[in-house]
């Protein structure tokens, strides 16, 4: 099992900086309203993670949408077909 993925996350993330800024910001919280703040920021980064891969392959088909555009006006005749 590959761990390189979960690595780069967890570097990404970095969940122990965090630990200070949620105490800080959550002090004069309820223990449901620290548990309703950790199941929506928890829910929040889950679907920015997950939709993230979606805004590089629209970003990445944009840029091969201009790249042969540009191409295809520098060599006409790439574009004969």
């Known amino acids: 099992m590959d761990f390189k993925p979960l ?13 200070p800024f ?12 620290k548990k309703r703040t950790i199941l929506i920021s928890s829910f929040s980064a889950f679907v920015v ?12 088909a944009l ?3 201009v790249m042969a555009d ?3 006006k520098l060599f006409p005749l790439l574009m004969r077909a």
């Not at 949620?22 to 309203?33: D, P, R, V």
């Not at 993670?49 to 990445?60: D, E, F, H, Q, Y």
């Open 7 to 19: 690595v780069t996350l967890l570097a990404i993330v970095n969940p122990l900086a965090i630990v």
């Open 49 to 60: 993670i997950a939709v993230s891969p979606l805004l590089g392959l629209i970003l990445a």
């Open 70 to 72: 540009g191409l295809g």
């Open 63 to 65: 840029a091969v949408e």
């Open 22 to 33: 949620f105490i800080q910001y959550t002090l004069g919280f309820s223990k449901a309203q």
